[in-house]
């Protein structure tokens, strides 16, 4: 008999049970904007699923999973027949562990200010995560009727932009992306002494740090409203970032916008979507 992991087994809908991965749940359903449902899954690291939640994976028809992680490690194998896991291979090697110093320093960020460490740190990734990103986005162009998870290692951070990219380009209200974003709050409750453990066990800077380093693994309302803002302002908007920093055209914006909307919202949106059309 299996054994079933306590992650997301009891949680409500959007979160789906994938046992053995943390954080897992389809988009949070919009009042505005109608999405089809259960094509677009995220989470955390499914390293650690189970032999449960291949067969739950297989059973929601889930045969591609992409890789939101440009540090991830060399090697890495899930080994489920059927299932595409895409990534970006790191050309070079992973970058040195850093040090005491440097941990303590960035976690007292997130512990005096904690907005401005989360921004500094997001916009980083939306800089460099571009071809990463564009696996995800190709998919869904591509391939509309086969569902899809998308993680990282927690399924918060990385995940938590690209879904934020989706959302703003299929033109889904700020006050629902953000909804959508904090429930990863939710979503690593349970999981959050394991991590917490995993990342003491790096360095002892996670151990005398506990504030920071709890903040920094949240999902705090305010961190994605100043990153929509971002995106907005700083990138050129939704649609300028997808042309620039995945390379995808018009035409690619659009059948995404068109694979993913049901018929009644096809033609809404708000000022992220259709402005470049």
Request: hydrophobic letters at 40%; charged letters at 25%.
């Amino acid at each position: 008999m299996d054994q079933v992991t306590l992650s997301s087994a009891k949680l409500p809908p959007p979160f789906v049970h994938l046992d053995g991965i943390d954080n897992v749940r389809t988009i949070h359903k919009s009042s505005h904007v109608k999405i089809r449902p259960y094509i677009v899954f995220r989470g955390a690291d499914p390293i650690n699923i189970t032999a449960m939640g291949k067969r739950q994976l297989i059973g929601h028809r889930i045969t591609t999973i992409t890789d939101m992680r440009l540090d991830r490690p060399h090697g890495l194998v899930l080994n489920i027949e059927g299932v595409k896991w895409v990534y970006v291979e790191r050309e070079d090697d992973l970058p040195e562990e850093q040090t005491y110093a440097e941990i303590a320093e960035r976690l007292r960020g997130f512990e005096t200010v904690p907005l401005e460490a989360f921004i500094v740190a997001y916009a980083a990734i939306l800089q460099q995560s571009g071809n990463v990103f564009s696996n995800f986005f190709k998919h869904l162009r591509d391939r509309p009727n086969q569902p899809v998870l998308v993680h990282c290692s927690a399924g918060k951070d990385r995940t938590g932009l690209a879904i934020t990219l989706l959302l703003m380009l299929l033109g889904v209200p700020d006050e629902d992306i953000i909804k959508d974003y904090a429930l990863s709050n939710v979503g690593l409750e349970s999981a959050l002494p394991r991590m917490i453990a995993e990342f003491e066990a790096r360095n002892q800077a996670y151990i005398d740090h506990p504030k920071g380093l709890r903040i920094f693994l949240s999902a705090l309302p305010e961190t994605i409203t100043a990153i929509l803002r971002c995106v907005r302002d700083v990138f050129g908007g939704v649609e300028n970032y997808f042309k620039e920093h995945m390379k995808l055209n018009s035409a690619d914006l659009h059948k995404i916008r068109q694979n993913l909307l049901l018929p009644s919202s096809a033609n809404s949106g708000n000022r992220d979507s259709h402005n470049d059309l």
